[in-house]
């Protein structure tokens, strides 16, 4: 079985070019910065699992752009599905290139099969407009159940917006995927390896019977969690995640973009096999003198390109988190 990595994004919440969200957050370059980040990991895939518009802003046409850049430095796929914020059913959703790398399609838009190498990648859209929950269709679940009917090479990952795993925030009680026992019945005997959401912006592992789960934190902005009872507060922070795959397992790690503190150490690597003396691998040793520097992320040979504003049209209510219209998120 062949090892695949994966940069996970999730909850990027692109505004029209020139508005910030919540006022203050450049969406766009923490997105792009995300995507430069993604190539010091050398991924196979890319998986953006929605929120890619904040609040239904027509921004596809430049996100489509954005991602197939990526898509084209990185040398690998960039796989985006739809959100609760997110209108998959417009043009600019379906355009060649959010579904270039696709090899079957299922009911409406954002129900796709992908392949890198012998991995499947097979995405959901869980939106169930209008409600605080995601959800998934009978006809969505039948759909999964033929596709998983037949194993891939090296197995399947799986993709949605809404996690079947609840947040550690009981403000955000029953914004998970509803009925998360009927996928866990289609999932039960497949090949599926881990599934992959997004949504609560903020990181949560767990299981969905055997299959390991990871709802990711977000590349927009991170939910507080020791905000008071009863409000929602958001945090400047941005994140990808790095999924690894192989045949010990799976693997999730959570890697901030915005600095995360100050450097209290930074010393020279010893690669070795086993340490000689437990303490001479302890990990909080002195720095040494001439400390090597933090190796900096691998950049783009040419910028990323700038979004094109495209005319905007209805868009899906939000009942999870505030609509950012440029005011302060709810304050204790």
Partial sequence: MNGYTLIHLTDTHLRPPGELLFGALDTWARTAEALRAAARYRPDAV??????????????AGAAGLFARAGRELGCPVIVLPGNHDVPGTRAWTAEAFTGSRTDTGPGPGNEVHFVGGLR??????????QPAGRLTG???HWLDAVLAESAPDGTVLALHHPPVDSLLPQLAGRGLARPAELAGVLAGSDVR???CGHYHHAVSGRLGTVPVWAGPAVSYGQDLFAPPQTVQGLDS?????IRLDEGGFSAVPVPLRPAGTVVFSRAAVHHKAAAHPIAAHPIAAPLPGAVPAAD???FTRPLPEPARAPGHPYRQQPLLPVSQ????AAP
């Fill in 238 to 242: 941005s994140w990808l995640s790095v």
């Fill in 121 to 130: 990648l097979v995405t959901l859209d869980s939106d169930d407009p209008g």
């Fill in 194 to 196: 881990a599934v992959l």
């Fill in 47 to 60: 998986v953006v699992t929605g929120d890619i518009a904040d609040s239904g802003r027509d921004i596809y």
């Fill in 139 to 141: 006809e969505q679940l």
């Fill in 326 to 329: 440029g005011e302060p998120v």
């Fill in 297 to 299: 992320t691998t950049r």
